[in-house]
């Protein structure tokens, strides 16, 4: 079992930046990959970006690619997400996950976090 909770959240100007985290709990963390996706009303959940625990594997959506970075703290079960260059198109409630596998889609992943709202203001 994997615990998920996200925070970081809240409202900044287009241009801004903000730092998402995800502090995890669970037995085998190391055997997840960590996923970020965001998701607005109506909508399907979108891939965001993921990363191994140990780092070896790092993969960002195109829309987000060279503005965000994923980075992890494996002594504080933390995933984190450092948000740069912020778009209004950015807002949504951002989701943590983890995954058995390295993948893209949202059902593939097991475990979630409660999400964070983002809001980008133009």
């Known amino acids: 079992q994997v615990q998920l909770v996200e925070s970081g959240g809240g409202l900044v100007q287009a241009g801004g930046s903000l730092r998402l985290s995800c502090a995890a709990s669970g037995r085998t963390l190391s055997s997840y990959l960590m996923g970020w996706f965001r998701q607005t009303p109506g909508k399907e959940r979108v891939f965001v970006a993921l990363t191994s625990w140990s780092g070896t594997g790092i993969y960002y959506s195109n829309s987000v690619k060279g503005r965000f970075t994923i980075s992890r703290n494996n002594a504080e079960n933390t995933v984190y997400l450092e948000m740069n260059s912020l778009k209004p198109e950015d807002t949504a409630v951002y989701y943590c996950?983890?995954?058995?596998?390295?993948?893209?889609?949202?059902?593939?992943?097991?475990?979630w976090g409660q999400g964070t709202q983002v809001t980008v203001s133009s």
């Open positions: 996950a983890a995954a058995g596998k390295f993948t893209t889609r949202a059902y593939e992943y097991e475990y």
